[in-house]
């Protein structure tokens, strides 16, 4: 495992802001990410925990917990790129779009093909419109939707855009099919196993789904709920811990001198220059970074230690801090 930045061990409920970094956990079905995020927060100690991407109370899989600082690069780690595998029922449609929901529509799904189900799969590849569920966190007049939804108001919702990178069938066992999705955010696969009904004529619902990789986090390598309970118990949880910077490493690294390093924590929009594979602190000898260089890097200090998340300003011709770390 990558080691975060961690000061001290902590037992059980002992309280400290010391512990930056990510645990890849595997959240169990039918527990929330919420009370998983709890659970961490109360074994830990850590004041700020946070999840970076909800899955349903009946989904399992890679569910990435923040803690401390690293909750600031939530929101990046929320833009990646996710894989699901999932089953989808075909005949069957549901109010929430999966099992959990009242049956609403039942449709004959035995005329339906493999082959016919690859060729409606087309039309969802790629840059796309979705309508997002009723039973959803989206908000809608500063409600969330699944409030309106329990209260048995159904209001209209706008498609938003999303990108399925790719989209196979793993499995055909009929009515059921498995599906293995990589897509980007924003993306609700239980909407897509409603759309695939909708299109197929037959009626679908999502009958299961487990999230195989978030980012650079992958299942492979994700820790059980109670594996995490056990190494709380004795001790070594710390092992589990993901740098905050692991997100991240698709960016440029800078490495920054002293002075720089010293603006860069008081805010100042800095130079930089390239360097082929990376980028260094600009001198007077220097020619200034373009800004297709890219929108953002990761800065560290001479001694390794990871500063901050720089945006580049192409007005200014500069970095401008976006989150500091030290």
Not at 218 to 224: K, L, N, T
Not at 246 to 255: D, F, I, M
């Amino acid at each position: 495992m990558i080691s975060g930045h961690c000061c001290r061990t902590l037992s059980p409920g002992a309280e400290s802001a010391t512990v930056d970094g990510i645990l890849n956990i595997n959240k169990p079905r039918g527990e929330t990410s919420y009370h998983v995020v709890a659970r961490v927060k109360r074994l830990s100690g850590v004041r700020r925990v946070g999840h970076a991407g909800t899955l349903d109370p009946e989904a399992t899989g890679v569910l990435p917990v923040c803690l401390g600082r690293a909750t600031r690069i939530t929101g990046f780690l929320m833009d990646t790129t996710k894989t699901y595998r999932a089953e989808i029922e075909l005949g069957t449609a549901t109010d929430t779009y999966d099992a959990t929901g009242k049956v609403t529509r039942r449709g004959d799904p035995s005329a339906v093909s493999r082959e016919q189900v690859a060729a409606a799969l087309d039309r969802f590849r790629g840059l796309t419109q979705q309508t997002p569920p009723m039973y959803s966190s989206v908000k809608h007049q500063g409600r969330r939707l699944y409030e309106l939804a329990r209260a048995g108001i159904e209001v209209p919702r706008k498609s938003r855009p999303i990108v399925i990178h790719h989209l196979d069938i793993t499995h055909w066992q009929p009515p059921v099919v498995t599906i293995e999705v990589e897509c980007g955010k924003g993306t609700y696969i239980r909407s897509l196993a409603h759309d695939l009904g909708e299109t197929l004529g037959c009626g679908a619902h999502l009958k299961s789904l487990i999230r195989l990789r978030c980012g650079p986090f992958d299942i492979s390598a994700a820790v059980s709920v109670t594996q995490l309970e056990e190494a709380f118990h004795h001790g070594y949880w710390q092992h589990f811990i993901h740098a905050a910077d692991s997100v991240l490493l698709h960016w440029k690294a800078v490495v920054v001198n002293d002075a720089t390093a010293l603006n860069i924590r008081n805010g100042v929009p800095v130079s930089l220059v390239d360097e082929g594979n990376s980028l260094s602190a600009a001198t007077e000898l220097s020619t200034p970074v373009s800004p297709d260089t890219g929108t953002r890097c990761r800065t560290y200090t001479l001694d390794g230690r990871f500063l901050g998340v720089m945006r580049f300003n192409p007005e200014k011709g500069r970095w401008q801090p976006e989150k500091v770390f030290q």
